[in-house]
Structures are given as C-alpha cells and as structure tokens.
C-alpha cells in the first residue's frame, strides 16, 4: 500500500464485530492535511539522518516541524514519484484476474467430481468461495468421496502464474509513461527546480548575480 493511500486511513483501537475496521482521516478530504502528514512522516523516516546533526533535535519535534511551504511541495512530489508505481497499480483488474483463475478451478471441481461438488451448490459465481471453502476441507481430512482436485487447482495457479503473473507490474510501469510517436516519455518528471527550494527573502539577492564571460572559466559567477 502507497503512502499516500495508507494515510487516508486509520485503524480502530476496537471495531465491533460487523463495523469497519478502518475509518478515513482528515486527508482523505483535505488536501492540506494529507501534505502535511506526509511530509511528517517523511521526516519521521529520516529521524536518524536528522538526529546525527543535531544532538538537540527530538522525534516529537519532527511531527509538527517548521517547514518552508515550497519544500513542503518538494517533499509531496517526491513521495509520488517514489510510490508512482504502486499509485499506477490497478487493484481491481488484478482482483479481476484472481476471480477468473479461482473459476477455472470451480469448473474442474465441479466436472470431475461431482459427488462432492453438486452443480446446484457448487457452481456459479455466488458460490465460488464455497467451491474453494470446500476444496481445502478436504484437503484438512474431511471425508470425499472423489478426489479434492487440489492438484489441479495447483496446476491452474502454476501456470498463471507462469504466463501472465508479472502482467499488472508491467503495465503499472508503462502508465508511468506517455508513447507518442512509438517513444515513451516521461508525463511528469517530478523533478522541484532549485530555486523552489529557497526562501523568497533569498531570491532578491539573485538580482545582484552576474554571469562571467568565457575568460574566467564556465560557471564562473560574480556576486
């Protein structure tokens, strides 16, 4: 899970039996709120590095530090391009093509045995958790009178697995692009220009640069 979606929600201490465990934060509707919490816990992460300059910098400090509002940005933008590929990761296709796999395997349950799994009960999508439920029973020592099919089921998964098993990584990859003209280009390179990172008290002091001429070597800046 990104980040940025695990900070949209929060765990419950003691959910009741039937509520949901897991109930949205601030940032799940407010964007300030989500910048905030991640450049937190991006320091929080970096505690240690922090920590080995500063002998008086304390953990408590770094969840509400003073930062400068572009950085805050800087910081936002890195965490995505870092998470860009789980973020591009689409879930419900890969849930798509579980549920596809686990019905090749109902199919043989219920084809070639019968006895144990009776279409009416067993066949259909409303009853693929109990096909799959019942499968494993057996294969726990409850009594059958055909075999479980668990072999096959394995061999389904193999073979999935070996042709196609990597296919969503794949494409969360490729969305992390844009092909024009048979070419892949980058759609954003998340890259902060440098001057973003500098206070605007400090910018009225680029005003007074001059650029120096060939003479005095490349690079060469007079203040």
């Known amino acids: ?25 601030r940032a799940a509707e407010d964007p300030l709120a989500m910048l905030e919490l991640l450049v937190a816990k ?35 933008k890195d965490r995505l391009k870092s998470e860009d590929n789980i973020l591009r990761f689409d879930l419900l296709t890969l849930n798509e093509r579980c549920v596809e796999m ?16 009776p279409m009416e009960e067993y066949d259909g999508d409303t009853h693929l958790n109990g096909c799959i439920s019942h499968m ?52 954003d390179n998340f890259k902060t220009p440098h001057e973003d990172n500098l206070l605007l008290s400090d910018r009225a002091h680029f005003g007074r640069i001059i650029i120096a001429g060939a003479d005095d070597g490349p690079g060469s800046f007079l203040f």
């Not at 970096?46 to 304390?58: E, G, I, L, P, R």
């Not at 090749?104 to 799994?117: F, H, I, N, R, T």
């Open 1 to 25: 899970m990104s980040t940025y979606v695990d900070l949209m929600y929060a765990t419950r201490a003691q959910a009741k039996p039937g509520t949901a465990r897991w109930v949205p934060t």
């Open 42 to 76: 991006c320091l929080e992460e970096n505690f240690d590095t922090v920590q080995s300059f500063s002998a008086h910098v304390n953990k408590d400090s770094l969840t509400r530090p003073k930062v400068h509002p572009l950085r805050m940005l800087s910081i936002f």
């Open 102 to 117: 686990l019905r090749k395997a109902q199919a043989v349950c219920v084809k070639e045995s019968p006895l144990d799994y």
């Open 136 to 187: 494993l029973a057996g294969m726990a020592g409850v009594a059958r009178s055909q075999p479980t099919r668990f072999t096959e089921a394995c061999r389904i998964v193999k073979e999935v697995i070996e042709a196609e098993g990597s296919i969503e990584y794949e494409k969360a990859n490729t969305r992390c692009f844009l092909k024009v003209d048979d070419e892949k280009i980058v759609i």
